[in-house]
């Protein structure tokens, strides 16, 4: 683009803003203009997406298609409507797999794995922009390799636009992407465009300002308010376990009133459960609050009354959501993933008009949607994981307390942590003065992964390229240079120990000794009875310790020859031969078995850190190599080439490949209408996080030969598991029937959607919803898979439709 056209399309762009650009907007948008990539580091709600909507408008001036990526389907969808309404229908499509709208616009809004299995595939037509929103996810453990691939299989000449958070190693991923794509400039921008101030909030719902505030101030501040036995803590040190403690956060009956009074509401007040934050909203009407004024309660009340005569289908009438909405009648609403989503929807547009005063939320709502408040509070700093109960990381945190402050609204934002007791200060302190933690890769290798390769790949050293090209491999080869400078190190300290000569010059006189002394000491300890008990125990674990002969690289095993073994009848012939032995009373003995026992640990050492090199070298192409195996296995992979089997694996996008592809091939699913293949296959998709398996057993007893089916695909799973287990391969392997009932009444006609829920399910709706349109990608899929059998594909296409329909329909693009 000529120079003076640049000039005429900025000043445009600027035009369309009340509001002069940042100077690290401008910067990004220039390098935009000058045909480079760049990746963007900014606070949450610094401006990131100003600069994405240049490079639509670049793209569009240009003529070229854009891809803009999402690493959530919710996050998707709201990008698709925002930019719906910004530049037209007819310019903007979305797809996310279960969701194909316009598919050919010049602005394509897609999750990462449709971008991902484009780029394998080579059909990213006409693109010449991609924007990766929200790529620090690039450290997240399920998702972060699906953007590694992205990065390595991007065309050079596709021009990427990475919008990040705050990370501690953005020039480091900047310099991975540069060996991998292709130059690319780093924006830093480490201001927020509102000052954000903490405050800390005891049981009583006083709030303790940090601003200027030593340690002593604060512990000053709050004293009194907790029990005076507490007070006396140690100060937090990071790793250190926290003391067992009584936890009492103030409660939100104490803190709303302290917000409103300080006006910091509109608020996003966290809770790390859902049940949490169902029972805090439960409290508040309870006690009959409310934050709102007359006039803005009948605001609400005309909001919600539109809404639903609009959209009579999307929501259903459950006891949940009557308390929902009767919460957001008084300003206050509840978001966390297992709510509807026309549900959340309307509580993000309430909260936008500023008629929604709090929303109890989970962790959820940090991550991209956009719902800016005046305050946030945090419950609590301790959250709930697959593996126990963590503290949140520092970047969780920004992430979190990143949403209060209003852009042109408030002239500060306020981010309060409740205290579970005084022993909560220096953790909460290191926690927010601590330094931005780094992205780590989180590469592996999955089945579609490893078949994709294969497909595109026929040259193994190609493969190995590609998949030692990742982030991973590039954070590990700095990881090998420093091991590497330690195993030089060590094998000079090595050589120089074993440059020592005896007296003697026999090496081997001392090994004799050393060997002699220590069958003698054994033949005498098995005269001696050890005491029982603890003392016992510890002496025969120092004998058993003592027994070991220890022998040294380089040099022979003097029992080799056929010593015999420790015998106590020959305790005085051993005792002569040990006095005869050349080095019974020479002086130099002690020097030469210390020299000898520092050569041992620095051979110990060095062999420790060549193994850990070796696995640092080789780790994720010895992934690759038992996937593989494990492919080979089943004979979906036969030589190098994928079997038809292989590359049903390679199209599919689901973290339970290889197991779909086992049930469509074992003919599991085969001869059965419709509903039922549907019923079966949702075994397959991910685990909910409710998990009720009664249901199921009441349908397949009405049903044997599902109940058959079933086990038939249990048997299976536990197959794929054995295995992988047998091949050292731990990925996910999911087979569960949770979702089997609520499959089998929906696809068979089932118009209450409450009654589904209540009576086939037990869960969450929204969960339930985002299972089945999970069921609906996955079966279309299959529907469009050429590999799978032509009568299963008619069927699953029959139990596509009749899964479709209704509130399942409806919360598509919500």
């Not at 640049?6 to 220039?30: G, K, S, T, V």
Request: glycine fraction near 8%; charged fraction near 25%.
């Amino acid at each position: 683009m000529a120079e003076a056209d640049a000039d005429a399309l900025l000043a445009a762009f600027r035009a369309r803003y009340p509001f002069p650009l940042d100077p690290f907007q401008e910067e990004a948008i220039r390098h935009i203009l000058e045909a480079a990539s760049v990746i963007v580091s900014a606070p949450t709600g610094a401006g990131k997406t100003l600069i994405a909507e240049f490079a639509i408008t670049r793209a569009f001036a240009a003529g070229t298609r854009l891809a803009y990526t999402t690493p959530l389907k919710a996050l998707s969808n709201q990008k698709f409507a925002d930019f719906t309404r910004q530049y037209g229908p007819e310019r903007v499509g979305i797809l996310t797999g279960d969701v194909r709208v316009h598919p050919r616009a010049p602005l394509v809004v897609m999750t990462t794995e449709i971008l991902r299995n484009m780029l394998y595939t080579r059909t990213l037509e006409e693109i010449g922009y991609v924007v990766l929103d929200e790529c620090h996810y690039m450290g997240d453990e399920g998702r972060g390799t699906v953007w590694e691939e992205i990065i390595i299989n991007c065309p050079r000449e596709v021009q990427l636009v990475a919008l990040s958070a705050t990370v501690g190693n953005i020039e480091e991923i900047a310099e991975w992407i540069r060996t991998v794509h292709g130059p690319i400039r780093v924006v830093k921008h480490a201001t927020r465009p509102v000052p954000l101030h903490y405050h800390l909030c005891d049981s009583e719902g006083h709030f303790v300002p940090l601003d200027g505030l030593s340690r002593s101030q604060i512990f000053e501040a709050l004293r009194g308010r907790f029990d005076p036995r507490r007070l006396r803590v140690q100060r937090f040190r990071p790793g250190r376990p926290r003391p067992l403690l009584r936890r009492r956060p103030a409660s939100p009956r104490a803190v709303l009133p302290a917000l409103r009074a300080k006006r910091w509401l509109p608020a996003i007040y966290f809770i790390f459960s859902r049940a949490g934050c169902e029972a805090a909203l439960r409290r508040f009407l309870e006690e009959d609050l409310s934050l709102l004024e007359p006039h803005r309660e009948r605001e609400v009340e005309e909001a919600i009354e539109a809404f639903m005569a609009e959209n009579p289908t999307l929501v259903s009438g459950s006891a949940l959501n009557e308390m929902l909405f009767e919460g957001l009648r008084r300003g206050a609403g509840v978001h966390h993933a297992g709510i509807l989503p026309a549900v959340k929807r309307l509580t993000e547009q309430l909260f936008e008009r500023g008629l929604t005063r709090v929303v109890f939320a989970t962790e959820t709502m940090s991550l991209g949607i956009h719902m800016p408040a005046r305050g946030v509070f945090l419950q609590s700093l301790t959250k709930r994981t697959d593996f126990g109960f963590r503290t949140v990381t520092h970047n969780e945190l920004i992430q979190m307390a990143g949403r209060a402050g209003r852009r042109g609204i408030d002239p500060e934002g306020k981010c309060i942590i409740a205290l579970e007791g005084p022993e909560g200060v220096d953790e909460t302190l290191h926690l927010i003065r601590k330094a931005s933690e780094p992205v780590e890769s989180q590469f592996r290798i999955g089945y579609s992964s490893a078949a994709l390769l294969l497909h595109n790949y026929p040259d193994p050293q190609d493969i190995r390229r590609n998949i030692e090209s990742s982030f991973g491999q590039f954070q590990n080869r700095k990881r090998i240079e420093a091991v590497e400078r330690e195993v030089a190190e060590l094998t000079e300290r090595l050589h120089r120990t074993r440059g020592f000569v005896p007296g003697c010059g026999e090496h081997c006189n001392i090994l004799q000794y050393r060997v002699l002394r220590e069958e003698l000491e054994a033949a005498r300890r098995g005269q001696v009875q050890f005491p029982g008990g603890p003392e016992g125990r510890r002496r025969r674990r120092g004998a058993k310790h003592r027994d070991r002969v220890r022998v040294f690289p380089g040099m022979a095993d003097p029992r080799e020859g056929g010593l015999p073994a420790p015998d106590p009848s020959r305790i005085p012939e051993m005792a002569l031969a040990l006095s005869q032995s050349p080095c019974y009373r020479c002086p130099e003995r002690p020097r030469m078995e210390k020299q000898l026992k520092r050569q041992h640990r620095l051979a110990g050492t060095m062999e420790a850190r060549e193994r850990s090199l070796a696995h640092l070298r080789n780790s994720y192409w010895d992934q690759f190599c038992r996937v593989v195996d494990v492919l080979k296995h089943f004979r979906y992979v036969q030589g190098n080439a994928l079997a038809k089997e292989g590359h049903l694996v390679a199209g599919l996008r689901h973290d339970n490949e290889l197991l779909v592809a086992r049930v469509v091939f074992a003919g599991v699913l085969d001869d059965l209408p419709g509903q039922e293949v549907v019923s079966l296959l949702s075994c397959l998709v991910e685990e909910p996080r409710e998990t009720e398996a009664s249901f199921a057993r009441t349908l397949l007893k009405r049903w044997p030969h599902l109940r058959h089916r079933v086990r038939a695909m249990e048997g299976l799973a536990a197959e794929v598991q054995a295995v992988q287990q047998e091949h050292r391969v731990s990925l996910s392997v999911s087979m569960h029937t949770t979702l089997l009932a609520a499959t089998y009444e929906w696809a068979a006609g089932e118009e209450d959607w409450v009654h589904l829920v209540q009576a086939h399910y037990g869960g969450h709706e929204g969960d339930l919803i985002r299972a089945f349109r999970r069921l609906i990608d996955l079966s279309r899929q299959l529907v469009d898979a050429p590999e799978a059998p032509e009568p299963l594909r008619a069927q699953l296409w029959q139990g596509v439709k009749a899964l479709d329909r209704g509130i399942v329909l409806e919360s598509a693009l919500i």
